[in-house]
């Protein structure tokens, strides 16, 4: 029978290189609550771990909704994959969704 022991896990750390304007607005807030940087990022990333967002369904944006809804005319040859048994062109413009959408790639 194996023995279950109730020894509290060890603690965590982690080493986070910010740029200095996120590292501003840490320590202004941690300042406002008393509280070190330390702390008060780990309250963030708690509270983050408990929200909605870390139960994030990437099928359930926008964004997936559409993909493969949308037809181009006239794709990109950089994006063309091959063609299926109708001769219809197939493409991966899914896979780079945020560089053509956000970024203008």
């Known amino acids: 029978m194996r023995q279950i022991t109730t020894e509290s896990p060890q603690n965590y750390r982690i ?9 501003r607005r ?3 807030e941690a300042a406002h609550r008393s509280a070190t940087v330390d702390q008060f990022a780990r309250q963030v990333l708690e509270r983050h771990a408990e ?9 359930q944006t926008r964004t ?3 993909c493969g809804t949308l037809e181009v005319a006239e794709p990109d040859p950089e994006y063309v994959t091959g063609r299926d048994e109708q001769g219809n062109v197939g ?3 899914a896979e780079h969704v ?5 970024r203008g790639g």
Not at 15 to 23: I, N
Not at 51 to 59: F, K, L, R, V, W
Not at 98 to 102: A, E, G, K
């Open 15 to 23: 080493q986070l290189d910010l740029p200095p304007a996120l590292y």
């Open 98 to 102: 945020d560089d053509l959408l956000y």
């Open 91 to 93: 493409t991966n413009y």
């Open 51 to 59: 929200s909605e967002e870390m139960n994030y369904d990437i099928t």
């Open 26 to 28: 840490l320590a202004n």
């Open 64 to 66: 997936w909704q559409l």
